[in-house]
Each structure stands twice: as C-alpha cells, then as structure tokens.
C-alpha cells in the first residue's frame, strides 16, 4: 500500500516553436477573409508531462484558435509508446493564429465556401506537437508540485460583454521545481479570449498568453503553459466594446497590457498564496462519446468538406468527442472539449469538488460554445448558439464528467 505522504511525482517539459514559415495561410477567428502577412510575435508549442510512477499526463498548451479531436488523435498517434489516454492538447484560443480548424476559408455572408486548412502547415503542426510531448516525458526528473489561487480584480482585465461581471475572476496555478529549487514549469489558468488586435489584424501573434508565458518564463525558467478557463459568451478584454470587438488603437497595447497583469498575478499568488502538493498517484479518467451535428451551418461546412470528412462519424451527422478528469493530491483538472461559457465552468467547477479546481477548455478538441441548454431562447446569446454543435452538448458534458467524479 502507497504511503500517502511520499512524494512520488516527476516532471518534465519543452517547448518548441510553431510558427508558420510562409505567410498567405488563413488566419483562425473573427469570421473574416483573413491571410498572414507577417508575425507579430512567435507561436509556441508546450508540454508539461507528469509521472507519480505511473504512465505520464501530458498537458499541452498550442498557440492556437483550436484544434479538432481528428488531430489530436493523429498527434497521439505519433507517440504510440506513451497512454493516448493521458495526452490532453489544448489551445490558447488566439484569433491571430494560422486557422487549424477549417472554418476560416474563403467567405461570403459568413459561410465558409472552401477549407482553410493549410496541409503542409498541418503535418509540420503534428510533427513539432509529437517531437516536444516526447521530449517533456525524457525531461522527467524528481519534482515538487506547489499550488496557489488567487482572485483578480472584476474590472480592468477582463469583461463578459454579455453579462457584465458574470465570469470566473480566479488564476490557478502549478509550479514545478527540482530537487536544486530549480522551475521546471508553471502551468496557469485563466479565462479570456486572446482577441486583442482586432478583426482586420494579419500579423501571427499568440496574443496575451504569449506575453504572460514568455515573462513568467523569464522570471522563473522553465516552460511556461497556459489553459484557458471558461472563456465563453463573451468573457474578453476589458476595453473591447460592447459588441465584443476591438479598437486595434485600444487593443494592441492591451495584449502587452493584460499579458503583464496576468503574470503579476501569477507571481503574486506563487509568494502569498502557495502550498506543496504532495503527489504519489496521479488518477486520471476519460469518457468519449458521440454529439449530434444539430447546428445547420455547421453540416453544410462539412458538405462542403470545409472540415476534413474523417472529422465526422459515418453518419456524417455526428462527432465523437471527450471528456478527462485528473487528480493529482489536491489538484483536480476536467477537460472540455470547446469554449464552455462561465455558467458552465461554474457548474463545473463546482463539481470537480477540489481546493484546486481546473476547468481545461479548449481541450483535445474545439466543439465551439457550450452554453447552457436554456440560453438557446436567449437572444442576447444568438451568436454563441450559431456556433455551438449542439444544445445539448454542455448537460451531456457535465453529465459525463458528474459520471467521471462519481467512479
């Protein structure tokens, strides 16, 4: 029998660029006829792998608008050594990145007319992703894990602009260090859409984590990862407008603006609020099951192949997706494959039980929003429903992850 006392855990983590390297691919986000014409700031791939003895949990943060389960499950693929099952691939969400769903082709009216997807940037993604997941599982070495929350201020950083104040204001965080003291990773958790320059931007930039990531790890070493909280509906920059959308006057200094603040708080909760968390087992759960294709728009883009057809089911009118629960000491990290709006992360939230709860959306699959069932007769919601599979996507969601905790 483990005594429940030792700390078993190992870490390890890399990073490892992904920035195109042609311009004239589509850019993900905003819904407009958008190509790279240069690069603001570089685009990062990071891996954090734990062990406690075990097979080790991978977590993955992708500078990013998203990435589709298919994907994912090719990037697993190329690891066949490693528990497919423990290999969790994230995105920051940035709007200013290559478009690695498909949805972002050519347009008229908003419906896209052909896939953006860019083949050779694809298998490049899929290869540098494969590469730095397998070299954060060499790196692993003794490690100590310490946890910390702390609450941000309502106003000033981030926004909901369709229910003001109604959003998760609180940063988690994991730092993990060697036997010498030595930061091998921080992994932070926050949620707010990386949107800031605006929707006729064509420069690649990672946006806000990019500027958090890159001064954390300046500050402390180590590899630096960002997951996004429930991010939905609309939780953005708190200069954006009430529609959503962004000055670039306002929003190009605002990504530096909200970058810093966010790595301030990190910091701050590190010396105020931080506690060892001793790890000798890492638990982790998955359950994968299959969506209804109820949107509309969405079937037509797969009609017209504007998603990969190995995306879809047979059926061509469903998807498989999943859900993941980790526990490690008093940390607790439930994945959810889109961009859950905060009812959703709150009910969530609430669930994983934890003094450490993670609400990891974006994760190892991008459904679009999840909101909750009721705001499908919400006007004010009429956006966020246009671009969700289904209704019953979030209750099937958090039913599946209620299922996860109870086993």
């Not at 969790?88 to 498909?102: E, F, L, N, R, V």
Request: include cysteine; proline fraction near 6%.
């Amino acid at each position: 029998m483990r005594n429940p006392q030792i700390n078993r855990l190992t870490a390890g983590a890399a990073k490892v660029e992904i920035t195109p390297t042609r311009m004239g691919l589509r850019l993900g986000g905003h819904a407009v006829n958008r190509v790279a014409a240069g690069v603001r700031d570089p685009l990062y791939a990071r891996a954090l792998a734990l062990s406690a003895g075990d097979a080790p949990l991978v977590l993955v943060a992708l500078d990013l608008i998203g990435l589709m389960r298919g994907y994912v499950e090719k990037i697993r693929d190329r690891v066949p050594d490693l528990d497919r099952r423990r290999i969790w691939i994230c995105c920051t969400h940035t709007h200013d990145s290559p478009d690695t769903i498909g949805f972002w082709g050519p347009m008229i009216h908003e419906i896209p007319l052909r896939c953006g997807l860019d083949g050779p940037y694809m298998e490049f993604l899929q290869e540098q992703v494969s590469g730095v997941i397998s070299k954060a599982v060499r790196n692993l070495k003794p490690a100590r894990l310490a946890a910390a929350s702390i609450k941000t201020p309502s106003n000033g950083l981030s926004r909901n602009v369709r229910q003001e104040g109604y959003k998760d204001d609180e940063i988690q965080v994991m730092h993990l260090r060697d036997s010498r003291e030595s930061t091998l990773a921080l992994a932070y958790h926050y949620a707010c859409h990386p949107e800031f320059l605006g929707h006729y931007n064509r420069m690649i930039s990672a946006e806000w984590p990019g500027v958090t990531s890159r001064l954390l790890e300046q500050k402390f070493g180590g590899v630096a990862l960002c997951l996004q909280n429930a991010l939905g509906g609309m939780v953005t920059g708190a200069v954006s407008r009430d529609d959503g959308a962004f000055d670039p006057v306002v929003g190009q200094p605002f990504v530096s603006q909200l970058g810093c603040a966010i790595a301030d708080y990190v910091e701050l909760a590190l010396k105020k609020k931080s506690r060892v968390v001793e790890v000798n087992v890492i638990r982790t759960s998955q359950a994968d099951f299959t969506l209804e294709v109820a949107n509309r728009l969405f079937r037509i883009a797969a009609r017209m192949k504007v998603f990969p057809p190995w995306m879809l089911e047979n059926d061509r009118r469903s998807v498989r997706t999943e859900v993941n629960i980790a526990r490690l000491g008093e940390l607790t990290l439930a994945t959810v494959p889109g961009e859950a709006l905060p009812a959703v992360g709150f009910e969530i939230k609430k669930l994983l039980n934890s003094p450490f709860p993670w609400v990891v959306n974006l994760a190892n699959d991008e459904l679009g929003y999840l909101a909750p069932k009721s705001y499908f007769n919400d006007p004010c919601y009429e956006y966020e429903c246009s671009m969700s599979v289904n209704p019953e996507a979030a209750p099937r969601i958090i039913e599946e992850l209620r299922a996860l905790m109870r086993d």
